[in-house]
């Protein structure tokens, strides 16, 4: 461990559990860190990933932005990819998303998947493990040595086990195997904490049980929330909406052009900011409290912008993102002068077109086709080119030609 | 096939389905009959053993005699030790009964099979095989293809699992795991028939199922009863009371002593005899009848008797237990003239010095004691030894000295 990574235990607790959702067990944990500081001897930390094509948004990073922290105090990061399952794929032939995937299809996944997660991880120190490595070479008596270390009720207590016994939806006997060999993970690897998303928190204490049953000392588990969609409000004191995915289109791709990465993250709510960086941002605790005492919310917003465009594109097109951003949202007209005019969309949004005629930004669709078409339109600093575009309820700055800007509040 | 054994396919099912209870499926089987008569193409038969160490009593047998009646009729049978599971114990430790079994326990468990059964089966042609030679190369991978093919809800129907899951003890993943691998030594070894006690027809199916996943024709499963009881009682048209076991203390151990044999057997009620022939003579349907409808009842016990210990020991023995037998209980006093005394046994039981001294054989148990010491004591034939000895509830001729013959009866 580096001199400058020596954090205290307590400092590291804080922000290891930084916004986590579960700590099994907090003062376990605390423990392990406090012997790990002593000694000097890193922790082994787990995290496991589906062999399958990864395209990740900002929610898949939460998980890997917490991995990254555990690094940043010099802890070992194993990046477990479960080629084991993948290659069997779905066995009863019911799942035709999950056929199996040849040894050609799991490297290749591997290497979209070392571009993408090396934007947040450390690719100096990660340990990239596939499982089939322990897997594989399990014989039919060792699967029957680890079926026997876990009851059939206790694994019918799983959310989705549980709902589909009680709707008489069929659960194959192998989908009771998965949850133990991902368990057998953190056997092989003798880990010493695990994480995932709250929704994998019952295969993760299935690790732990697991160890305790192979005499090792079980893992921790801390887990994370799924993250909060660009289009959260904050209602009541507390941020409601749907989760961050592609399907409700509230998502910033890692992979995105980072004027689109910098305009989208600008465009939510300060509450929602706050908790990105809880969550996202790579500024400890304590320097985010000041940003929180001492900035403008807007320069928070673009300092945490600027962060994630710098971690998965570059420190320089995050300065350039930054300016452009700034040239169109205050040069000509600041903000406040800006004319808004409010649209009604009653199933959640409305057509490109529909929207420029409707706010008088053209005179009829056709006009407005013709304008994009010719690459007079941009919205928040992003130039449309699909005619087609859909926008989801939310504010949105358009300029139309040189002069014309209108704030759209889409309802 | 001999011509001797060329019974017609309507023969041979009626013979190997006698006294079933359950055949899976019966027209089926009768097809299969049929196309192996037709093509002189004998079918597989299989029944799976537990590797444990055997000591056969005549209940064992009735799933022998079937086999060997498929034998009879040119079949080929394979005797199937579990060694597999044998070898792998109770993984979870908490069956003391069950501990791994080494290559030389089964090995010897094995050979003390082969040594019982062949009383039976016809050691010429039967076909012994291990379940680990083909179980224990499968793969991780193989198990989980395995698994995949069964439901979890379904084998909660089977009768132990359903009552323990309802009951809220401990199954363990592992235990479904059992029946899975049971049932694919049918896929191995791509059995016509499956042969089996009526205890373990979910099993067999599941035998039955796995194959037709496995792209097989599925086999036939055949089962037989469990077997009454030496005292099971004729009441209201059907045999009632216990199961034979050596913990109900109402069995025929098939290796007893001849003259132990033949007096047990000669003890049963002529109902249950008709049922014995039915599920344990080698002799006809056919002959059956004839014997039924001929033979004095005594007569055909008599024969029955001598049948078994010509199996189980030979036939010179069976000769002369029948004339021992008959000395004793025909010589001196014909078995009616003998008097009878009934004794209560409010626990099931009583020492056999109580019952001489409270039907007066004795004068006291220190004279009851004196006489069965000096050897002057027999019941049913067979000379007492032990002065602890407990009869249960049942008919009892003592014979005490050269002339005392008393009948009691125990209630």
Known sequence: ???????????????????????????????????SYD???????????????????????VLLARMRRFQDFGHTVVFVIGDFTGMIGDPTGKNATRP?????????????????????????????????EWLGKLSSRDVIYLAAKYP??????????????????????????????QGYDSVALKCDVELGGSDQLFNLLVGRDLMRDYGLIPQMVVTGPL???????WEGG?????????????????????LTIFSKLMSVSDELMWRYYALLSS?????????????????????FAAEMVTRFVSAKEAVEARAEWERVHTRGDLPTEIETKALRAPEGKIGVLKAMTDTGLSESNGEARRLIVQGGVTIDGNRVSDTKLELNRGDYVFKVGKKR??????E
Do not use: C
């Not at 799983?158 to 060999?181: A, V």
């Not at 900035?295 to 673009?302: I, L, Q, Y």
């Open 283 to 303: 500024k400890s605790s304590t320097e985010i409290a000041s940003l929180k005492r001492d900035v403008h919310p807007m320069e928070a917003k673009k300092l």
């Open 100 to 132: 199996p995937l040849s040894p050609e299809d799991i490297a290749r996944n591997a290497e979209t998947y070392r571009q993408q997660v090396f934007k947040v991880l450390d690719a100096a120190t990660t340990q990239v493990r596939f499982n089939n």
């Open 227 to 233: 993250l909060e969609g660009l289009d959260a409000r």
């Open 39 to 61: 000694t000097e001897k890193p922790l082994v930390v787990k995290a496991g990933f589906d062999p399958t094509a990864p395209d990740l948004h900002l929610g898949h990073t």
């Open 405 to 410: 800007f209108l704030k759209v509040h889409v």
């Open 152 to 181: 059939v009720a206790r694994m019918l207590e799983r959310d989705d086990f549980k709902r589909r016994f009680k709707e008489g939806r069929t659960i194959s006997i192998h989908e009771f195997l998965y949850p133990l060999m």
């Open 238 to 258: 507390k941020l409601v909406g749907d989760k961050m995915s592609k399907t409700s289109n509230n998502y910033v791709g890692i992979s995105e052009p980072p």
């Open 1 to 35: 461990m580096s001199t400058l990574r020596r954090a205290t235990p307590e400092e590291q607790f804080a922000e290891l559990t930084r916004a986590a959702v579960d700590v099994h067990v907090a003062e376990e944990l605390k423990a392990r860190l406090k012997k």
